[in-house]
């Protein structure tokens, strides 16, 4: 037997498959109303093309003083929160937990937010097709620690994917990592101390043991 669908164009080589859950309780039909009629007009289309890129300007309405991505922003607390602290961002964020995604359009509808654009999948797929040096600051906050030694090639800190955030991160620009989990901290660590295209920007200890104010 093997894992492999009988379709071959539905099958996905292990390194780039999504793993994480989707789906969780029912929404209320409240949030199913926002998801249908809110959620399309705030959507990141990823172009058809994989040769084209996301065209950002197009995106926002116009161009952006700096356009920021978070990955994985579950409820999207802090992706709403660095949106109204920074009007002139134009925040991109992407999380595949539909209830998450949920979560996030309610407060960008309620709290009138307009500078937030969704993703409701696999962030690799607006990381893919954005283009080069396009990005000032890539957010990973929490991400799922998948402990086991066995899946650590599930974690998002992967050379793959740090060669593609490195690719569309400007110059001076920032990947902010934030983790409470040891293995995944060390993981990090290590990840980033074999990279010659990022620097290390904490001086003491209270500069990645504290939390910083945004
Ligand atoms: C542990 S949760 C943390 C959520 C949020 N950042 C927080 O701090 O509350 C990790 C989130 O990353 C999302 N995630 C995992 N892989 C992802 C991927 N490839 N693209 C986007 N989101 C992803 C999961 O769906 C999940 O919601």
């Known amino acids: 037997m093997t894992d492999k669908p009988k379709d071959i164009a539905d099958y996905v080589v292990p390194g780039r498959r999504f793993f994480g859950r989707r789906k969780g309780p029912s929404l209320s039909d409240r949030k199913t109303g926002l998801m249908e009629d809110v959620l399309p007009r705030i959507s990141v289309t990823i172009p ?47 999380e595949p937990y539909l209830n998450g995604v949920a979560g996030l359009v309610t407060q960008v509808d309620e709290q009138e937010i307009k500078n937030i654009r969704i993703y409701a999948d696999d962030a690799r797929h607006v990381i893919w097709q954005l283009p080069d040096a396009s990005v000032d600051r890539v957010f990973l906050i929490h991400p799922d620690p998948w402990p086991k030694k066995r899946h650590a090639p599930r974690r998002f800190v992967n050379p793959e994917n740090l060669d593609d ?4 991160l400007k110059d001076n620009g920032e990947f902010r990592v934030g983790t409470d989990h040891p293995i995944y901290r060390e993981w990090t660590a290590i990840q980033m101390s074999e990279r010659d295209d990022f620097c290390w920007l904490a001086e003491g200890p209270d500069d990645w043991l504290v939390r910083p104010d945004d």
């Open 165 to 168: 955030i490195a690719r569309i």
């Open 48 to 94: 058809e093309d994989k040769n084209d890129s996301i065209n950002l300007d197009a995106l926002f309405g116009g161009a952006k003083r700096e356009v920021w991505l978070e990955i994985g922003f579950g409820k999207g607390e802090h992706l709403a929160w660095q949106a109204q602290a920074n009007p002139d961002i134009g925040l991109i964020g992407c």
